[in-house]
């Protein structure tokens, strides 16, 4: 009854939307095919009679790729014959995924192969696991061929034989790209060796099989990363090359030519001149470049309107004035507006989603905290152990979802950082001397040196929150036996804060990347990992008016200081550094 009581529970829901829908077709799937097939008399028939229908009307709504994806998961328990049987019935795409992915006793695969269309029959050929009396009764049926996919037509010349089984007695059909057809069931069709051979071995026939054997390592072995991939809501990119560019970092010399850009538009941007309309007045006297259209001209890429940020560099002895460094990031082509309208949106959007997601977190964390505290009654030292984990998950999510919408507030300008004053040396100087402490049983050290600065222009919780949040991340990404350098320095009416990065993160190529999985350890600065940490303490600090920054293996923090007029906050997306 335990089985029935759970089907009962699924099916008692509606399946209002397209994520519920996808939700409860995955339940379906896992409690059809988690139990054997049982006796008369231990099931509601009408139960599964009713489940059965609930499975095959979401099956109509939900695309077959998608089907077919969850079927392969390998969190599914699929040891069902009656289930590999059903979805055998659907499209190819659906029964090759349910065939190659059923778990039966040899006894199960006896009795439904029998029972299977003679196009799904074909698709065991790919089966190495097979019982031997299930082999048996496939070459018994004539389902000889183990052969590989065809390739796309397009790749194959026009003249090269395909090594195809041919039917003695009937007519080849044409096979699809994903499989080959297996023959039509008559009782003579069982193929000889010679029929499975190429009419010639000459080099193009030779050319198509090389063809065959790519195509179905492709199948069998593309776990690229994709579109339809879990990541955060915060609009980074799949890195395929199939989405379109929207922003791009760029270098820049003393006439304003850009000496250096991001790969991918490298050989379009490097030697390009900025306009003098974005860059002249800027140029002249020094200043930085904020928010200046700019219209690119070329490949597709790159062409269209864009909007230009940008900073000035200063060598460090001399202060001599060498460039610039900055982004272009993509214009709104419908309204001549900059992305930030936008990025506004989807900020607005995400802030929306985790506002819904607090309340059943919120509530599940209180439900929790009652059991742990017996608040309504004695409780088992058991339960209160579990109730006290799940009350410091909840208290992780919550925090995490409050990471993620002051990122997206900072990063759109929905949310400054508070102005005030404090000692910034003296704030990192505690905290180093905290965080030494954990490093030590790793045999590793910060080695720094901290100069006397002028008080910089940001509050003291905001300060120790930002510095917490570089320099934990830091320690959570340290090796055994490494030594990081920190330098703390004046330098152009700014504190700024070197910070040398760890082996780990000097092999990233944008340690600001919103990927990544979390930190482990006594010290972590958030739950979504070191990208995630070191972009929220990038959009920090330019909302301070400063700038977190990559610079060869070096992370360059600047703040503004309290003497020094207080510049523009600058909200430039999520850029790489320069």
Avoid at 38 to 64: F, K, M, Q, T, V
Avoid at 82 to 109: F, G, I, T
Avoid at 218 to 226: E, I, L
Avoid at 493 to 509: G, I, N, Q
Wanted: proline share 7%; charged share 25%.
């Amino acid at each position: 009854m335990h089985f029935d009581d759970r089907l009962a529970t699924v099916l008692r829901h509606r399946a209002a939307g397209d994520r519920a829908a996808r939700t409860q077709f995955r339940q379906l799937l896992d409690l059809l095919g988690s139990k054997p097939r049982p006796r008369e008399g231990e099931r509601d028939e009408s139960l599964l009679a009713a489940a059965w229908l609930r499975l095959g009307a979401l099956g109509e709504a939900i695309p077959a790729d998608e089907r077919a994806a969850m079927i392969r998961d390998p969190g599914l328990r699929f040891r069902s014959a009656e289930l590999a049987a059903h979805l055998a019935e659907d499209e190819p795409e659906v029964a090759a995924a349910a065939l190659a992915r059923a778990d039966l006793s040899q006894e199960d695969w006896d009795a439904l192969i029998p029972r299977l269309p003679v196009r799904a029959r074909g698709f065991l050929r790919l089966r190495r696991d097979l019982p031997d009396s299930t082999i048996e009764t496939l070459e018994r049926l004539g389902i000889y061929d183990r052969g590989l996919p065809v390739p796309d037509r397009t790749d194959v010349a026009a003249d090269a034989p395909i090594l195809m089984p041919k039917p003695a007695s009937s007519a080849v059909e044409e096979p699809s790209s994903r499989t080959l057809e297996p023959a039509p069931e008559p009782a003579n069709d069982v193929l000889t060796e010679d029929e499975m051979l190429p009419d010639t071995a000459d080099e193009t026939a030779i050319g198509a099989l090389v063809k065959r054997i790519e195509e179905f390592r492709k199948a069998r072995s593309d776990n690229s990363d994709t579109a339809d991939s879990p990541r955060l809501p915060l609009g980074e990119q799949v890195a395929d090359g199939r989405a379109p560019l929207e922003a791009f970092a760029f270098t820049a010399d003393a006439s304003g030519k850009i000496e250096w850009s991001d790969r991918e538009v490298a050989p379009m941007m490097i030697g390009m001149i900025l306009d003098k309309s974005v860059a002249g007045t800027a140029l002249r006297y020094r200043q930085p470049i904020q928010k200046r259209l700019m219209t690119l001209h070329g490949a597709p890429t790159i062409a269209g309107e864009w909007v230009v940020d940008a900073r000035p560099r200063f060598t460090k002895p001399d202060g001599r004035f060498f460039g610039y460094a900055g982004m272009f990031r993509r214009a709104n082509p419908a309204d001549g507006t900059s992305n930030e309208e936008q990025d506004s949106s989807e900020a607005d959007r995400l802030r929306q989603l985790l506002h819904e997601l607090r309340t059943p977190v919120n509530a599940i964390q209180g439900f929790s905290e009652v059991i742990q505290q017996q608040l309504f009654g004695p409780t088992p030292h058991e339960y209160r152990a579990l109730a006290a984990n799940i009350a410091g998950d909840s208290a992780r999510m919550l925090a995490g979802f409050d990471e993620l919408d002051r990122l997206a507030r900072l990063e759109t300008g929905a949310l400054d950082m508070t102005a005030g004053q404090c000692d910034f040396g003296t704030i990192v100087q505690q905290q180093l001397m905290q965080l030494q402490s954990v490093l030590k049983p790793r045999a590793a050290s910060f080695e720094y040196t901290l100069s006397e600065t002028p008080p910089v222009a940001l509050d003291a919780q905001e300060a120790e929150a930002l510095a917490w949040r570089l320099l934990a991340t830091l320690v959570g990404t340290i090796g055994a036996g490494e030594n990081v350098q920190i330098e703390l320095a004046e330098q152009d009416e700014a504190a700024r804060l070197c910070c040398e990065l760890p082996a780990s993160l000097v092999s990233e190529t944008d340690i600001f990347a919103a990927t990544g999985k979390p930190q482990g350890g006594a010290i972590s600065a958030g739950m979504f990992g070191a990208g995630f940490s070191l972009r929220l303490a990038r959009a920090e600090a330019r909302a301070a008016g400063g700038d977190l920054t990559r610079v060869d293996d070096w992370l360059l923090l600047t703040l503004p200081l309290l003497t020094a007029p207080l510049p523009e906050p600058s909200h430039t997306g999520s850029d790489n550094a320069a």
